[in-house]
C-alpha cells in the first residue's frame, strides 16, 4: 500500500465543517513546507483535543486552533487551556474571517484547502521539559496508532485513535 493510498483513505470524523477541513489541509501542508510534521485532533494531557499539533524538527510543539468563522470563534473559548501544551499557539482561519477578532498574544494564519500563509507571529512561550515529553509521546502515540489503523483497517485500533 502506498503513501498516498493510505492518505486517501483517512476517515473524516463528520465534527468539522468543510470549510474548516480545508483550513486544516492547507495549514497542515504549510507547516509540512516548513519542515513540522502534523498530527490533527490531539488529545491532550487536560482533555482537551487541539485541532492541530504541529512538531518541529528541534522539538518545538505548535498549535493551531482552527476558526472557521466569527461565530465559531465566538462560540468556542477553549483555546486558552492550550498554552499550556505548547511552545507557540496560533490560529487559523479563512481570509473572509476578520483578523482583529483574535487576540493578539497568538499567531494568525490565512489558509485554504491548498495552502496558508502566517498573517501574525506567534509569541514563543517554551514549555517545560516534562511537559514537552509528555507531548511529544501523545504525539507520537497518535501518530503510530493512526498509522496502523491505516494499514490493518480491521485491527483493534479505532477505539484508540
Same mark, same amino acid.
Given at each position: ?28 501542508? %504549510?507547516?509540512?513546507?516548513?519542515? %513540522? ?12 483535543? *487541539?485541532? $492541530? ?20 470563534? =465566538? ?6 487551556? %492550550? ?5 507557540r ?18 499567531? $494568525? ?8 500563509s ?5 509569541p514563543?512561550?517554551?514549555?517545560p ?8 509521546? =501523545?504525539?507520537?502515540h ?14 483493534? %485500533? *479505532?477505539?484508540?485513535?
Open positions: 500500500m502506498s503513501v498516498n493510498s493510505l492518505a486517501a483513505a483517512l476517515p473524516v470524523d463528520g465534527r468539522q465543517s468543510p470549510t474548516a477541513l480545508a483550513i486544516a489541509r492547507g495549514t497542515a501542508r %504549510y507547516l509540512h513546507a516548513l519542515g %513540522y510534521c502534523v498530527v490533527s485532533e490531539l488529545p491532550l494531557p487536560s482533555g482537551r483535543r *487541539a485541532d $492541530l499539533v504541529a512538531l518541529g524538527g528541534d522539538g518545538e510543539i505548535i498549535i493551531v486552533e482552527i476558526k472557521s468563522s466569527v461565530a465559531d470563534f =465566538r462560540a468556542d473559548q477553549k483555546w486558552t487551556d %492550550y498554552r499550556l501544551h505548547c511552545d499557539l496560533f490560529f487559523a482561519t479563512i481570509i473572509d474571517v476578520p483578523r482583529e477578532i483574535f487576540p493578539a498574544d497568538a499567531g $494568525l494564519i490565512v489558509a485554504d484547502a491548498f495552502g496558508a502566517i498573517v501574525g507571529e506567534a514563543e512561550h517554551r514549555l521539559a516534562a511537559t514537552r515529553k509528555a507531548i511529544m509521546l =501523545r504525539f507520537a497518535a501518530a503510530a496508532l493512526r498509522l496502523q489503523a491505516l494499514a490493518d483497517p480491521q485491527g483493534p %485500533y *479505532a477505539g484508540e485513535i
